[in-house]
């Protein structure tokens, strides 16, 4: 797991207290692609996760929460996010 992937996985643990949380860095696949950094890390990421704080709103809510935790990543470079949740 890269550096950016565990601090990600880490803040998503604190603030959505998730029961399933997955986080990979999937930027390798992505080289040549827009947003893209060279270095085959940090760019381009998939989240899998479940969270008690997802019951009953619907899939624009729970990918709004996962946002705005990642908002600080967002702001430093990640440029792509896939959410799926479980």
Do not use: C, W
């Not at 207290?17 to 696949?29: C, K, Q, R």
């Not at 990918?63 to 440029?79: I, K, S």
Request: aromatic letters at 6%.
């Amino acid at each position: 797991m890269s550096t950016i992937a565990r601090q990600m996985h880490e803040v998503l643990a604190n603030r959505l207290e998730p029961i399933a949380l997955e986080v990979l860095d999937e930027s390798a696949a992505h080289a040549g692609h827009a947003g893209a950094n060279g270095t085959g890390f940090g760019t381009h990421f998939r989240v899998r996760i479940s969270s008690p704080l997802f019951t009953g709103k619907p899939r624009v809510a729970q990918h709004r929460l996962v946002y705005d935790a990642l908002q600080e990543f967002m702001d430093r470079g990640v440029h792509a996010l896939a959410i799926e949740v479980l």
